[in-house]
């Protein structure tokens, strides 16, 4: 585990922080794909953990949730919208295209089972010093989390700092094949910056230390 900021680690999962989950306090936020569970339980093997949370139910992000869970005994806490899939396992209905190939190959090789949602989180709920902010668009039921204290930022995936093909590092919004509404990403882009966050942790790329990244790419994107 890296540590980000006070009681936050970073668990890389895959090589390049490609896809990444996250300790804040007791509580584990996202769990790769199926095959990351036993990188994240060799991580968190000296760690408490009370809590596994969701920013988001899909594939590269609830893979190991199920095995975390039952292994760990912890229940499972994601948003309303988001439950159905976290509980079904069946995670890419909501991309604008299903039957695409690559989104095909995330439901076969990388969702894992589903696994009953205990508790769902609100905007202003509160995942132990982190506030639940709701940041949907690359799905519906998309949440963040952010410590005001310090500005720190659980993205997930409303923004990413990765290209997913080259693996570039750069901030952007997720890939469109994988986005539900485009727009509606971009309204949860206004939304982030309005929370002037110092920390931006997300599921795809290197932590980012913004110093107006977040203002350059909503001009980009105008």
């Keep these: 585990m890296i540590e980000i900021a006070k009681n936050v680690f970073q668990i890389p999962l895959m090589p390049r922080n490609?896809?990444?989950?996250?300790?804040?306090?007791d509580v584990l936020v996202d769990a790769g794909i199926r095959s990351s569970a036993s990188r994240i339980?060799?991580?968190i093997r000296h760690t408490k953990i009370n809590?596994?949370?969701?920013?988001?139910?899909?594939?590269?992000?609830?893979?190991s949730s199920r095995e975390i869970c039952e292994q760990l005994n912890i229940p499972l806490w994601t948003s309303e919208i988001e439950k159905a899939n976290a509980e079904s396992g069946k995670v890419i209905y909501e991309y604008p295209d299903a039957s695409h190939f690559i989104a095909r190959f995330q439901q076969r090789f990388w969702a894992g089972k589903g696994y009953p949602v205990s508790n769902t989180l609100k905007e202003g709920d509160r995942v132990g010093s982190f506030t639940v902010v709701d940041t949907p668009g690359h799905s519906r039921g998309h949440i963040s989390f952010f410590r005001e204290e310090d500005r720190v930022l659980i993205a997930g995936d409303a923004l990413?700092?990765?290209?997913?093909?080259?693996?570039?590092?750069?901030?952007n919004l997720p890939p469109g094949i994988f986005t539900t509404d485009r727009e509606q990403a971009k309204t949860s882009l206004y939304k982030i910056q309005a929370l002037r966050p110092d920390i931006?942790?997300?599921?795809?790329g290197p932590v980012l230390y913004n110093k107006g990244q977040v203002e350059e790419l909503i001009e980009k994107l105008a």
Excluded: P, W
């Excluded at 809590?51 to 893979?63: I, K, M, N, S």
């Excluded at 931006?200 to 795809?204: A, K, N, R, V, Y």
């Design 18 to 25: 490609s896809i990444n989950c996250y300790v804040i306090e």
């Design 41 to 43: 339980l060799k991580a």
């Design 51 to 63: 809590t596994h949370v969701l920013t988001h139910a899909h594939a590269d992000h609830q893979g």
């Design 160 to 171: 990413v700092n990765m290209n997913l093909l080259t693996t570039r590092v750069g901030l």
């Design 200 to 204: 931006i942790c997300f599921g795809h």
